[in-house]
């Protein structure tokens, strides 16, 4: 049967080091409707990041340009630089029924509940913060002043997880990719998203 024909918008936000990118990795390994929205940002390249694949990374100038002319969905600053949702991928691939995720952070997520209250959030909360520091510490990439900063940013945005429709715990990998598809399969099952579809059933059983 056919159901809703938009694709769903989902949040995904996170402390920095809260493991969402092998959460997501995993996400897109089970499902190839599911499509990641490329966010820009002022933010310099960590070794192995690729302009295009993790973000498109830009000047200032650039991403105030693209705010000037309505190109991002929301932005916001984090850790002293620029972060961004471009619009135009993220309204193609809705209306070519694909889901998208976006990955960013609780300020961006509450702009985006705004614009679009039918999205649906999910909130990933690291085991503790013992756990997120190692995790951040592990990761080797950041000096010791900017692991602070993430700390200091993980401290005020996880009491935000409040805002959020679900929230899962990030413990064990398994178990939080099952979480979130579990979401948006129910998600994708609200009567809220699938009214056309009894309106067909009914539409058929009279042309029968
Ligand atoms: P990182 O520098 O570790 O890649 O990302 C820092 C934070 O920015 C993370 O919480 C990430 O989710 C968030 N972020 C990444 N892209 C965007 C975006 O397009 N918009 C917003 N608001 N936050 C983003």
Known sequence: MKTAE?????VLSAPSGGGKGT????????????????SATTRAPR?????????????????????ESGGMLEH?????????????????????GRDVVLEI?????????????????????????????KRLRGRGTEEDAVVQKRLGA??????????????????RLEDAVADVQA??????RKYSRNRDCIERVLENAETQ
């Open 47 to 67: 070794p192995g990041e690729v302009h295009g694949e993790q973000y498109y990374f830009i000047s200032r100038e650039e991403f105030e340009k693209m705010i």
């Open 6 to 10: 938009k694709g769903l918008l989902l």
């Open 154 to 171: 993980a401290r005020e945005e996880i009491p935000h997880a409040q805002e959020y429709d679900y929230i899962v715990y990030n413990d």
């Open 76 to 96: 916001a600053q984090y850790v002293g630089n620029y972060y961004g949702t471009p619009k135009a991928p993220v309204e193609k691939w809705l209306d070519e």
């Open 23 to 38: 959460v997501l990795k995993e996400l897109f390994a089970q499902d190839e409707n599911l499509r990641l929205s490329v």
């Open 183 to 188: 979401i948006l399969r129910a998600e994708k």
């Open 105 to 133: 952070e609780v300020q961006g997520g509450q702009q985006i509940k705004k614009l679009c209250p039918d999205c649906v959030s999910v909130f990933l909360l690291p085991p503790s913060m013992e756990v997120l520091e």
